[in-house]
């Protein structure tokens, strides 16, 4: 009889220890790490840095903002002259066209003028990129024939300045602050043409303003 009690209290405490191990957890809850949520992430886009001057004209509407392709930046430009000849009315500079450095070497303008040659195309030197610009303009007023900008010149980054040597009406502003990533865009504010029978003094290009590379 002792026999039997002996087994019988050593099988019910193997049942225990058995129930005992099954029934402890693989983890507690100090191998619990906390986790915080990740920072929602903003869908606004930075405002693009856009470079101006102080010196440009009025008239005429702005045309679309053009850029570069991805990744590349302004190196070259070439513009649109109407010479001075006298008495017709002179537009001096139309458009302005700006060379991308990527492997296509793609040009554009935004809205393109309506006379005049094009002139030699101007580049930074080897390594070089266009940062900054600079306008002669011919304020609406001072001259009989009203040409408003005459011509632009850059500075680039290898400390070259480029000048397309356009017409020569009116002075030299102040140049722009500088776009130390390059310039990529451009838009331009033209006059439309007014032809036709009568008297009209068109002016062409009036102002202009250039978006940094990001």
Not at 125 to 149: C, K
Not at 180 to 206: F, S, V
Request: net charge negative.
């Amino acid at each position: 009889m002792l026999k039997l009690n002996c087994f019988l209290l050593l099988a019910l405490a193997i049942a225990v220890n058995c129930q005992i191990e099954t029934t402890t957890p693989l983890w507690t809850s100090s191998s619990i790490i906390p986790t915080t949520p990740p920072p929602p992430t903003s869908t606004t886009r930075p405002p693009r840095q856009v470079i101006t001057v102080t010196n440009g004209e009025k008239e005429g509407q702005w045309g679309p903002l053009e850029r570069c392709p991805g990744g590349s930046r302004a190196v070259s430009y070439q513009t649109q002259n109407e010479l001075a000849t006298p008495r017709f009315d002179d537009t001096a500079l139309n458009t302005i066209v700006l060379f991308c450095n990527d492997e296509l070497v793609t040009n554009f303008t935004s809205t393109p003028g309506f006379s005049g040659d094009f002139l030699a195309v101007k580049t930074c030197g080897f390594g070089g990129y266009m940062t900054s610009f600079q306008l002669r303009v011919s304020p609406a007023g001072t001259e009989a024939d009203n040409t408003a900008v005459n011509d632009i010149r850059f500075r680039c980054s290898n400390g070259d300045e480029i000048n397309g040597i356009g017409n020569t009406d009116g002075t030299w502003g102040d140049y722009s602050d500088v776009c130390e990533n390059g310039i990529c865009g451009m838009e331009t504010l033209l006059q439309p043409y007014a032809g036709g029978i009568g008297h009209y003094d068109n002016t062409a290009l009036n102002d202009v303003r250039f978006t940094c590379c990001k």
